[in-house]
């Protein structure tokens, strides 16, 4: 039996490495079959007797990754042996030396730089996560390749993550929702980048993301109809061109439409833009498709009216990763907006496959790709990044953040050279592409010949010159002026260098304070006083006292005095507050938790395990995790709190897996916002139907009527989602009331 398993694993092993050979003959690259049968054998021996939690045999792994940075890619023979070995140095007795003198030293470079960065970017601590990170992008710098290989890694991950445990997953779905596929996109990966997401949100929000998929499926029907009519003019105005072209539906990801109604809190009928035609065409002339692009354009708009503020020229200015297309909404005979992309063959397949793509259309010319150019210039910003001495790791990803998943927009100098910049760039982001110290010393421009802040927000099409002046000077709050990560990393760098100093001149402060009083300056003593004055570290006390924030007094030495330190509380955001007798109950510390299993969310458990956040206030019903915070407690955040997705991707192995299992008898604060029509009686209604209709008490109210809108949100204490439910549902059904959402 053993035997006859034995053989059928050996067979699906060869069906799929003969799978990846087929697969690369296909492409255009140089056939250097011998090299890949020679990295998949050597692979295949060091993996011997290997599984996957999954339960097959390892090598089923790296072939996979093979496979995808081959056919979803398009990369060529080195990347393919270094995909096949990438876990060869890591999880077996072979070196990089092997490596190197068996394949060569360019396959060695690449299976170290992957190695580097192997089991994710994040470790337990926050230096580590830092450090990790700037191995990628060091790497990456040197050979793209790396990340590319990386991304193909982690999608297979994806794709196979229902094996690991549900903290497990949590942690790797939260890390490539934040890092992983803002670097898809940002390489050019259109199409694996939504799938990072989808998978993603499959696993983190898994009834959402179930519902999404049936009302998808619900509404194909209807949808290819609305395609069908919608583009049979079309093919018709195309036809008469004389053009080759095909036509595609483009269905808007599970994971954009939830985040669209999320941020915009819409239903998932209110989404106009779930369907969008994508034309393809083959030009007749490859140095005139800008042209044919514009002719498809004013073709269109013979047949449909075109909206008017929805035109989006990436043709004639390609996003920072390469991506070009036309883009226009049309009003269907059906009175639908729908969007459609207009690209050539070679556009296609660049927004599909990025970088990879472009080198291939690369081949024989001299010039660089504008792809190729905008990489370098990003690059170039992370190494400047990289330079910052010691970030804090939350920032430094932050910053790095900042940068992937922007929209673009293009600015001129005075000199009319264009720049492009993030969406939502600002004139003191401006000020730092040009150099530090004008950033350093910038108090003003001129945009369009009209004096701005620092602060302005810019536009496409302006004209931007920068003012500065000597005595200008970085400040905390030219942190909230910076959107981009360049920006942000040079203020933060002064900043620090400037804050070392206060730290250096306030430990001295102290220091001298306390030996002026006889009180030795330990490490209880200074603990003390940063509880007193709020500090959560004593950096931070130094930098505050260095610069004057507040002056050492009879207060400190009194804080100082007493016998027994104070006991901070918490207390809970919900109805068990206390015990029996009214004192607050002590919260628990994690050290006893198996981080395996799920947590069960009791009510007493809630009282003396748990806290409950405040950013996200979760109730029964929610999907919640638990994050075991620096006090060595159990946070309980719900899942989609933004709180948490930083949480996941930063502090993965602290993450816990819980669901609820209370009863009725506990009660939880919630914040329900409802927006409507400002007509007499209006509020009446609403409270008639809280208080009376569901018997429920408001806990607290706001209300705000202006120009005709009428706006409130109440506090109720509720048992479950399951209440909120049917509140909200009710609220929806007062005449005049337009939109109820949980806040």
């Known amino acids: 039996m053993e035997d006859l398993q034995e053989k059928q694993e050996d067979q699906m092993v060869e069906d799929a490495f003969q799978h990846l050979v087929d697969s690369y003959l296909a492409t255009k690259h140089r056939k250097k079959v011998d090299l890949i049968t020679k990295a998949f054998n050597f692979a295949k021996h060091a993996h011997k007797g290997v599984r996957r939690l999954s339960g097959e045999p390892y090598i089923m792994h790296p072939i996979a990754v093979a496979q995808i940075a081959c056919s979803e890619i398009g990369l060529g023979s080195t990347s393919i042996c270094s995909a096949l070995l990438h876990d060869v140095v890591e999880d077996t007795d072979y070196t990089v030396e092997d490596i190197e003198n068996m394949f060569g030293s360019k396959i060695a470079q690449i299976v170290d730089g992957l190695t580097k960065i192997s089991g994710g970017i994040f470790g337990d601590h926050a230096s580590a996560q830092a450090e990790n990170f700037k191995k990628l992008l060091l790497t990456m710098s040197d050979d793209i390749r790396v990340i590319l290989i990386k991304i193909a890694d982690r999608l297979h991950n994806m794709r196979t993550l229902g094996a690991q445990a549900p903290n497990k997953r949590y942690k790797i779905a939260g890390e490539t929702l934040y890092i992983y596929a803002p670097l898809a996109n940002r390489l050019g990966l259109n199409k694996i980048k939504t799938e990072l997401e989808?998978?993603?949100?499959?696993?983190?929000?898994?009834?959402?993301?179930?519902?999404?998929?049936?009302?998808?499926?619900?509404?194909?029907?209807?949808?290819?109809?609305?395609?069908?009519?919608?583009?049979?003019?079309?093919?018709?105005?195309?036809?008469?061109?004389?053009?080759?072209?095909?036509?595609?539906?483009?269905?808007?990801?599970?994971?954009?439409?939830?985040?669209?109604?999320?941020?915009?809190?819409?239903?998932?009928?209110?989404?106009?833009?779930?369907?969008?035609?994508?034309?393809?065409?083959?030009?007749?002339?490859?140095?005139?498709?800008?042209?044919?692009?514009?002719?498809?354009?004013?073709?269109?708009?013979?047949?449909?009216?075109?909206?008017?503020?929805?035109?989006?020229?990436?043709?004639?200015?390609?996003?920072?990763?390469?991506?070009?297309?036309?883009?226009?909404?049309?009003?269907?005979?059906?009175?639908?907006?729908?969007?459609?992309?207009?690209?050539?063959?070679?556009?296609?397949?660049?927004?599909?496959?990025?970088?990879?793509?472009?080198?291939?259309?690369?081949?024989?010319?001299?010039?660089?790709?504008?792809?190729?150019?905008?990489?370098?210039?990003?690059?170039?910003?992370?190494?400047?990044?990289?330079?910052?001495?010691?970030?804090?790791?939350?920032?430094?990803?932050?910053?790095?953040?900042?940068?992937?998943?922007?929209?673009?927009?293009?600015?001129?100098?005075?000199?009319?050279?264009?720049?492009?910049?993030?969406?939502?760039?600002?004139?003191?982001?401006?000020?730092?592409?040009?150099?530090?110290?004008?950033g350093s010393h910038c108090i003003g421009a001129k945009v369009n010949h009209r004096l701005v802040p620092i602060n302005h927000k810019l536009n496409s099409g302006d004209q931007v010159e920068i003012i500065t002046s000597k005595t200008a000077h970085p400040t905390r709050q030219w942190l909230s002026f910076a959107t981009t990560a360049k920006a942000t990393t040079k203020i933060l760098a002064i900043l620090r260098r400037e804050e070392r100093e206060a730290a250096r001149k306030g430990e001295a402060m102290l220091n001298e304070f306390l030996a002026n009083n006889d009180i030795a300056p330990d490490s209880l003593v200074i603990d003390k006083l940063c509880k007193f004055h709020e500090y959560n570290k004593p950096e931070n006390l130094f930098v505050a006292i260095g610069l004057g924030n507040f002056q050492l007094g009879p207060a400190d030495l009194g804080e100082l005095a007493e016998r027994s330190e104070k006991r901070w509380k918490r207390l809970f955001s919900f109805g068990l507050r206390s015990d029996k007798k009214g004192q607050p109950v002590e919260v628990a510390p994690a050290a006893t938790i198996d981080r395996k299993k799920i947590l069960s969310l009791t009510d007493e458990s809630l009282r003396t395990r748990y806290i409950l956040s405040e950013c996200c206030k979760p109730i029964p019903g929610d999907a919640v995790m638990g994050y075991i915070d620096d006090d060595n407690h159990i946070a309980i955040h719900q899942v989609k709190c933004p709180q948490?997705?930083?949480?996941?991707?930063?502090?993965?192995?602290?993450?816990?897996?819980?669901?609820?299992?209370?009863?009725?008898?506990?009660?939880?604060?919630?914040?329900?916002?409802?927006?409507?029509?400002?007509?007499?009686?209006?509020?009446?209604?609403?409270?008639?139907?809280?208080?009376?209709?569901?018997?429920?008490?408001?806990?607290?109210?706001?209300?705000?009527?202006?120009?005709?809108?009428?706006?409130?949100?109440?506090?109720?204490?509720?048992?479950?989602?399951?209440?909120?439910?049917?509140?909200?549902?009710?609220?929806?059904?007062?005449?005049?009331?337009k939109e109820v959402s949980r806040v």
């Open 198 to 438: 989808d998978l993603s949100f499959k696993y983190e929000h898994s009834e959402d993301y179930e519902a999404i998929q049936q009302k998808l499926t619900a509404t194909e029907v209807k949808r290819n109809a609305l395609f069908d009519n919608f583009t049979a003019p079309i093919r018709s105005k195309l036809d008469a061109m004389g053009l080759n072209y095909e036509i595609k539906q483009r269905v808007k990801s599970p994971y954009s439409i939830w985040r669209k109604m999320q941020t915009k809190n819409i239903s998932f009928e209110e989404i106009y833009d779930i369907l969008a035609v994508r034309i393809i065409f083959d030009p007749k002339n490859p140095k005139a498709e800008l042209n044919e692009c514009f002719d498809i354009y004013v073709s269109m708009c013979q047949i449909y009216t075109a909206h008017p503020d929805r035109l989006r020229d990436w043709v004639s200015h390609p996003k920072a990763n390469g991506y070009q297309a036309l883009h226009v909404t049309l009003m269907s005979n059906e009175g639908e907006w729908i969007e459609v992309q207009i690209r050539s063959r070679r556009m296609d397949e660049i927004a599909e496959k990025g970088l990879a793509a472009h080198w291939k259309y690369k081949e024989g010319e001299k010039n660089e790709s504008t792809a190729e150019v905008e990489l370098d210039k990003w690059l170039t910003t992370i190494k400047e990044i990289l330079d910052d001495p010691q970030p804090d790791a939350m920032d430094f990803l932050d910053t790095i953040k900042l940068n992937l998943f922007a929209s673009e927009i293009f600015v001129f100098t005075p000199k009319g050279e264009l720049r492009t910049m993030p969406a939502g760039s600002t004139t003191l982001d401006f000020a730092f592409t040009i150099h530090t110290f004008v």
């Open 644 to 737: 948490c997705q930083k949480l996941k991707s930063a502090h993965g192995n602290r993450i816990l897996s819980a669901r609820w299992d209370t009863t009725d008898l506990a009660l939880f604060p919630v914040d329900i916002h409802i927006k409507g029509i400002d007509t007499k009686g209006l509020l009446h209604q609403i409270t008639e139907v809280i208080s009376v209709l569901h018997d429920i008490n408001i806990s607290r109210l706001t209300v705000e009527c202006l120009d005709g809108i009428f706006e409130a949100t109440f506090q109720v204490f509720v048992h479950s989602t399951k209440d909120v439910r049917e509140i909200v549902g009710s609220l929806r059904k007062v005449k005049d009331v």
